[in-house]
């Protein structure tokens, strides 16, 4: 069975740094791009990036080029998503998913969510 | 930027036909995806590659597509496909990746 499983919830201070991460599993992890997709309260998708864990092959979004980092281990099927310095309009969803090819394929598999707050 | 643009709304009856649709100029030249989503929970793919339904999406979904238009038809619909629902597809340079429309929110009077 295909899972993409992210990790927990995060409380953070503006300015703070942080690391969230999806693990695959049921499927070749090196074989297929995850993707991450931001979701404000209340609003709609937002492609943020993509990664091809086979080669960490990277594609960001215009919108989101230099404000995040995408990163995987392929030892341990893991992709990340980092910010090096948080801000309030950061507070979102963020979904990982599971994509064949980097643009022109569907997110056939998602993870669960991981929910950032980021508040003084 | 590339956009794809879909109506905020729309309402239906139950046992009515819901149609959604996504507009953007590369639609000619890319496939459209659709995506349900329900309050709380991860995104759902019912419609890949405009028209194909993935294994466990039930029948009462299809997808067409016409120019630079593509179309989410739900026939018989049920209160539980009360959700929002999401375009995907890319704009054909390739300079601004994947691009989600703006979302529309079905309502099952």
């Known amino acids: 069975e295909v899972q993409l499983v992210q990790s927990g919830a995060e409380v953070k201070k503006p300015g703070e740094s942080l690391k969230i991460s999806c693990k695959g599993s049921?499927?070749?992890?090196?074989?297929?791009?995850i993707g991450w997709v931001r979701q404000m309260p209340g609003k709609g998708l937002e492609w943020m990036g993509i990664?091809?864990?086979?080669?960490?092959?990277?594609r960001y979004s215009p919108s989101f080029q230099g404000q995040v980092t995408i990163s995987a281990d392929k030892s341990i099927s893991t992709a990340y998503l980092q910010w090096s310095s948080l801000k309030a309009s950061d507070t979102a969803m963020y979904y990982c998913?599971?994509?064949?090819?980097?643009?022109?394929?569907?997110?056939?598999?998602w993870g669960q969510g991981t929910l950032v707050t980021v508040s003084s | 930027s590339y956009e794809l643009t879909q109506p905020p709304s729309v309402s239906v009856s139950p046992g009515q036909t819901a149609r959604i649709t996504c507009s953007g100029d590369?639609?000619?030249?890319?496939?459209a995806y659709w995506y349900q989503q329900k309050p709380g929970q991860a995104p759902v793919l019912v419609i890949y590659k405009d028209s194909e339904r993935p294994s466990g999406i039930p029948e009462r979904f299809s997808g067409s597509s016409s120019g630079t238009t593509v179309t989410l038809t739900i026939s018989g619909v049920q209160a539980e496909d009360e959700a929002d629902y999401y375009c995907q597809s890319a704009d054909s340079s390739g300079t601004y990746g994947v691009v989600f429309g703006g979302g529309t929110k079905l309502t099952v009077l």
């Open positions: 990664i091809y864990p086979g080669d960490s092959d990277t």
């Open positions: 590369a639609l000619p030249k890319q496939y």
């Open positions: 049921g499927y070749s992890f090196t074989s297929y791009w």
């Open positions: 998913a599971r994509s064949e090819l980097e643009y022109s394929s569907s997110f056939d598999y």
